[in-house]
């Protein structure tokens, strides 16, 4: 395969060495009564507590070290954390951050992307809008970061995998939720290069399922309308995203939304973690697929922990 294909960028494990003093090295977690309750040996990868509260700023701050030295300000559409990440690692560099957030964003987030310094221009709930409003900024002099359909963003996710394997250097499998498909792909990469033997694996919604559809059908669908708790994984799936996961042979699997808030539970209730419903997806499809992992060292990432209470505990209510 060409470097083209590999995303046509350094690797993550070069990347990491390259962000290495902007982001955290994030912590590896264990539950033994969440592994006597499932008769699972899982070990999570707590992305959670990363700057600005995800993954997502491994990507930003990569891409934005790779900016040219005359770069005045960046522009991406986000539903939050690539938003909040990339305002923050654009006014680390001293640069402005305009980010494009759908007008159903969670408010958490649209407030996170202020707080560190991005300025939010609100559309349409749904992906035509979203990169409609990047074009206008584009057209204003800003530099595209789009969140996940971007080769240093996938590269920056990739740093995930390779960071986790270095803590964790026995896992069979490795497990992290999908939306866009930048975390997704950028694990895919980094472990075909480090750890050919691991196996990876991706988890939806059933209610943003275009992923999995896309990889079944064998080309990216386009009919996408997400209903789903998990607000961080309603993006449709990337184009880079989409051929990198092909050409690697990565499955996804899909949850319900019961399931969702039921691994979300579990989490608080045996790590004592704090996470938001798109976290809890890969644990979910975990545990709805239980004898696919039997006797498996099972690699999970909790991808972010940016989410307003009061707004889910309203959802739950609305949905029981």
């Known amino acids: 395969m060409s470097d083209f294909s590999e995303t046509g ?17 994030t912590p590896v ?17 707590c992305e959670h507590l990363q700057k600005t509260g995800s993954f997502k700023f491994r990507g930003a701050s990569f891409a934005v070290s790779r900016l040219a030295a005359d770069s005045t300000g960046v522009a991406t559409h986000s539903s939050g954390n690539h938003g909040a990440a990339l305002a923050a690692a654009a006014t680390a560099r001293g640069l402005s951050a305009d980010v494009v957030m759908p007008s159903n964003a969670v408010s958490a987030k649209v407030e996170a992307v202020r707080a560190y310094g991005g300025r939010v221009h609100f559309c349409e ?15 204003a002099g800003r530099t595209a970061i789009p969140p996940y359909d971007h080769d240093d963003i996938i590269t920056g996710q990739g740093t995930v995998a390779v960071e986790f394997l ?10 992290a939720p999908i939306g866009g498909g930048g975390l997704l792909s950028g694990i895919a990469l980094a472990a075909s290069r480090q750890a050919p033997h691991l196996r990876v694996l991706g988890a939806e919604p059933e ?22 708790i998990a607000d961080g994984l309603r993006a449709l799936i990337g184009s880079r995203n989409f051929s990198i996961l092909r050409a690697h042979g990565i499955e996804v699997l899909t949850v319900s939304e019961a399931e969702i808030v039921d691994a979300m539970r579990q989490i608080w209730q045996h790590l004592k973690q704090a996470i ?32 307003a209470f009061d707004e889910l505990l309203s959802h739950l209510e609305r949905r029981s």
């Open 9 to 25: 960028t350094i690797p993550s494990a070069d990347a990491l060495t390259r962000i290495a003093g902007l982001i955290r090295r």
């Open 29 to 45: 977690m264990r539950s033994d009564s969440l592994n006597r309750r499932t008769g699972l040996d899982l070990v999570f990868k």
């Open 125 to 139: 709930p749904d992906q035509a809008s979203r990169e409609r409003g990047l074009a206008e900024l584009v057209e």
């Open 166 to 175: 270095a803590q964790e250097p026995r896992l069979d499998d490795l497990v």
């Open 207 to 228: 209610r943003a399922d275009d992923a999995a559809r896309s990889l079944s059908a064998g080309e990216r669908v386009t009919n996408h309308r997400p209903d789903t």
């Open 276 to 307: 938001e419903p798109s976290a809890a997806v890969p644990l979910a499809a975990i545990l709805r697929h239980k004898e696919r992992f039997q006797q498996r060292r099972i690699g999970v990432v909790l991808s972010g922990g940016n989410m």
